[in-house]
């Protein structure tokens, strides 16, 4: 092992955004990967169960997790269960001193939004109270440099907030009026657990709306806004028979007048200096392939001047800014690494 390089372990290995982290931090120059746990692999090296991954980690075996082996073997561990599974071990290992990265749910609403929206109980009142920070990376970078524990963004509200902050924090936003968020997923944001609503005869050639009212990441959305009001942002999530992607279109209704020049000025501001961010000048859109298989996030936006409502698009790839991709630029500002290593990766296309 070599010992300049800051050991990292992924609980949930055998997952979606595990098996993502497990790519990206193969290559990553800053680490070695020393530890994969999740049960669906058994004891079998990562050579025979998932040989598309690299041959650096490939004689790496995915076991069962037990937080002495994991703080024996490691300095950072990137956890990425079913929320209600996964903050557990996050506080556990987080208490042992090891640093954190949290991919689900569980450390980023207090307890009575968590409680209400996810039907669990809380593991804390405040995410504050262990000093969990917000990891959406472009916004909350100072208070991430120096956490130990990150409560990485979901994939929906990640890709809306990139979209809406620059706007609600400008106050172009009318209060009073809800933000309609309209958003889509590929399939693989469901996870790899096997359902029935996400079968190749059900999804494909098809799509659809779920948790309406209902999605987990309306409140998560809602307060990193600094709205204060559950009922000013309305989310419906949708299926796409995709396998990676999030594609949401938001409608916000501004005070008026405005121009696309000054919604580009908006957002220049936010965004010229981020590596990850490309906003698309007025008359262009953006599109899932843009970003497919990268940390990327392209944002586009419509005037519409008559009503005053802003659209704004934005996609994202659920896996890597949605999940494990944002959770290693997490990562790489916590040690101090440039926040691209690993990450300098163009989309596939088409
Ligand atoms: N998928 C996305 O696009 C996405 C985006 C952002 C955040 N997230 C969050 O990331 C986390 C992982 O999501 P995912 O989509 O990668 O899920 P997934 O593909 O279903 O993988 C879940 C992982 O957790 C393990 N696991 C399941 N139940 C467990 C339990 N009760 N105790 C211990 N381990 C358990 C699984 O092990 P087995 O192999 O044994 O089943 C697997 O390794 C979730 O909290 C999710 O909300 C996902």
């Known amino acids: 092992m070599n010992s300049s390089r800051v050991r990292v372990g992924v609980v949930g290995a055998s997952g979606y955004s ?24 058994g004891t079998e090296p990562l050579r025979d169960s998932t ?16 937080p002495d082996r994991a703080s024996d073997l490691c ?28 991919l689900s749910g ?22 504050k109270d262990v000093g969990a920070v917000y990891g959406l990376t472009e916004w909350n970078r100072t208070q991430i440099q120096s956490a130990r524990l990150i409560a990485n963004p979901g994939c929906y509200a990640t890709a ?12 172009l936003a009318r209060s ?23 079968l190749l005869g059900e999804l494909q050639e098809n799509f659809y709306a779920y948790k309406v009212g209902a999605h987990q990441h309306t409140p998560e959305i809602q307060t990193q806004l600094g709205l204060s009001d559950p009922a000013s942002i309305v989310l419906t999530t949708q299926l796409l028979p995709t396998v990676r992607g999030i594609f949401i279109s938001a409608y916000i209704p501004v005070h008026t007048p405005i121009s696309a020049d000054d919604v580009m000025v908006l957002y220049q ?35 519409h001047t008559a009503p005053g409502l802003l659209q704004v698009f934005s996609v994202i790839d659920n896996l890597q800014k949605g999940a494990a991709g ?25």
């Not at 982290?21 to 994969?36: M, P, S």
């Not at 944002?326 to 088409?350: C, D, H, K, W």
Request: aromatic share 10%; proline share 8%; with cysteine.
């Open 18 to 41: 595990g098996l993502e982290l497990l790519r990206i931090l193969a290559y990553h120059e800053g680490v070695e990967v020393t530890y994969a746990a999740g049960s669906r692999n």
């Open 51 to 66: 040989p598309f991954l690299p041959e650096s980690i490939a004689s790496l075996r995915t076991e069962s997790f037990h």
């Open 75 to 102: 300095d950072a561990v990137f956890v990425g269960l079913p929320s209600g599974a996964s903050g557990a071990i996050a506080l556990e290992l987080w208490k042992r001193g090891k640093t954190v990265i949290d």
């Open 106 to 127: 569980d450390l980023r609403l207090p307890k009575g939004a968590y409680e209400s929206w996810y039907k669990k109980e809380a593991l804390v009142q405040h995410p």
């Open 160 to 171: 809306a907030l990139l979209a809406l902050l620059p706007v609600v924090r400008s106050g």
């Open 176 to 198: 009073g009026m809800p933000i309609v968020i309209d958003a889509k997923s590929g399939v693989s944001g469901a996870g790899r657990k096997p359902a029935q609503n996400t």
């Open 269 to 303: 501001n936010a965004y010229e200096e981020e590596p990850f961010i490309h906003v698309h000048p007025p008359g262009r859109y953006p599109e899932l392939k843009h970003v497919r298989g990268s940390n990327l996030c392209h944002i586009g936006f419509h005037v």
């Open 326 to 350: 944002q959770a290693v630029q997490n990562f790489n500002l916590i040690y101090g690494f440039p926040e691209t290593t690993g990450l300098r990766v163009s989309p596939m296309y088409p």
